[in-house]
């Protein structure tokens, strides 16, 4: 697949995920923050990690609001897959892509660990292979974890099946244990772990390789 | 003619928002002796500047300059109001 990865100022994942699509066998390139595309050709559209715009006024807030979040914007209204990891994650919330926001962790603390996730929606345009095993091992790295929703909102996330995967041991006190969730297509996918952490045995899990 | 025209916003977590950062403080303030202390919670303060032909005109844009993006309603609360300086 042909698939551009987004830079913003402060993005730091960004070429784990270029190697983690481009050992996948996908066709990689970048769009930077300050353009726009048609996103004519592309099959699809990773939001990386880090820390854009500094997290100023709250993580992914401003990110959301520039020219490459408005293609992607059009991008998803006319069927485009787009995944946000981590930041990539609080980004398509604060653009209301996804629903949702990602607040300060519960502990307080910026939470560094493997995490075992439990798949609750077996079938997204990014994961979508029998996976032979109900829970995958990946990495979290964050701060502002802890996903929220109002509790009417979770409801209908149930009901649609938009819980993406839940933390079988939550790191950072989000409502009903969410680690991620997705549009109600399945096509605009958001988590927090890092499946780019995740290709090779030797990295500690290749469950990161499950994906795309 | 262009008026400056000087706000504040006030933003606070939703109640319904555990407010971890509050709760640090209060925790710290307490071990420092500050056992009065019931409750705390954080937000942000916002000085805003600016230009417009009317109070009107500017309170507009303020209010459009909060939805856009310096509220996230899900998770906070504000107020604002017009400074005299």
Redesign the interface.
């Known amino acids: 697949m042909k698939i551009l990865i987004t830079r913003f100022l402060g993005t730091n994942c960004d070429r784990d995920v270029y190697q983690w699509l481009e050992q996948r066998g996908h066709q990689v390139s970048w769009a930077w923050y300050q353009d726009r595309f048609s996103f004519e050709g592309v099959d699809a559209v990773v939001i990386p990690g880090g820390f854009s715009y500094g997290d100023y006024?709250?993580s992914g807030?401003?990110a959301?609001?520039t020219p490459v979040m408005d293609s992607v914007a059009e991008f998803v209204k006319r069927g485009g897959p787009v995944l946000g990891i981590c930041n990539g994650f609080q980004i398509l919330c604060?653009r209301h892509l996804l629903p949702?926001?990602l607040?300060?962790?519960?502990?307080?603390r910026f939470v560094d660990s493997w995490v075992e996730l439990e798949v609750e929606r077996p079938s997204s345009f990014f994961l979508n292979r029998p996976l032979g095993k109900n829970n995958i091992k990946i990495p979290v790295a964050h701060g502002d974890g802890r996903y929220?929703?109002?509790a009417q909102e979770l409801e209908e996330l149930q009901q649609r099946q938009q819980i993406w995967f839940q933390y079988q041991n939550n790191p950072n006190?989000s409502v009903a244990n969410i680690a991620g969730v997705t549009s109600e297509d399945g096509k605009v996918c958001g988590l927090m772990p890092h499946p780019e952490r995740a290709l090779f045995d030797w990295m500690g899990s290749a469950d990161g390789g499950l994906f795309l | 003619m262009k008026n400056k025209y000087l706000f504040e916003v006030k933003v606070l977590p939703r109640d319904v928002i555990l407010d971890v950062q509050g709760r640090a403080v209060t925790k710290s303030l307490h071990d420092n002796g500050h056992l009065q202390l019931k409750n705390m919670r954080i937000g942000k303060y916002f000085e805003v500047e600016i230009e417009a032909e009317t109070e009107e005109k500017a309170e507009l844009d303020l209010k459009k300059m909060i939805d856009f993006v310096l509220v996230n309603p899900l998770i906070e609360k504000y107020q604002y109001e017009r400074l005299s300086k």
């Open positions: 006024l709250r807030a401003l959301a609001k604060e949702g926001s607040l300060r962790n519960e502990s307080g929220f929703v109002e006190g």
